[in-house]
């Protein structure tokens, strides 16, 4: 299983499932996360936290607890 934490710089990916429960995967999905959604990995900081994405044409910043909760293809 590969998640978006592990995801390097530059890279194009596609959701495959939101692992995690209630409030969490919710938050999730109200970004726009959802399963087979296409998700551009533009930076991450030097330490790992926060992971700096594109999904449906807008940037987020994800902490690393919650891009490990999503499983990616």
Same mark, same amino acid.
């Given at each position: 299983?590969?998640?978006?934490?592990?995801? =390097?710089?530059? *890279?194009?990916?596609?959701? *495959?499932?939101?692992?995690? !429960?209630?409030?969490? *995967?919710?938050?999730?999905? /109200?970004?726009?996360?959802? *399963?087979?959604? !296409? @998700?551009?990995?533009?930076?991450?900081?030097?330490?790992? /936290? =926060? &992971?700096?994405?594109?999904?449906?044409?807008?940037?987020?910043?994800?902490?690393? &607890? /919650?891009?490990?909760? @999503? !499983? &990616?293809?």
């Amino acid at each position: 299983m590969k998640t978006l934490k592990q995801i =390097p710089c530059g *890279k194009t990916v596609r959701v *495959k499932k939101l692992h995690g !429960e209630g409030p969490i *995967k919710r938050r999730i999905m /109200d970004m726009g996360i959802t *399963k087979g959604v !296409e @998700i551009f990995v533009r930076k991450v900081a030097p330490l790992g /936290d =926060p &992971v700096e994405i594109m999904v449906r044409g807008y940037e987020l910043s994800l902490r690393k &607890v /919650d891009a490990e909760i @999503i !499983e &990616v293809e």
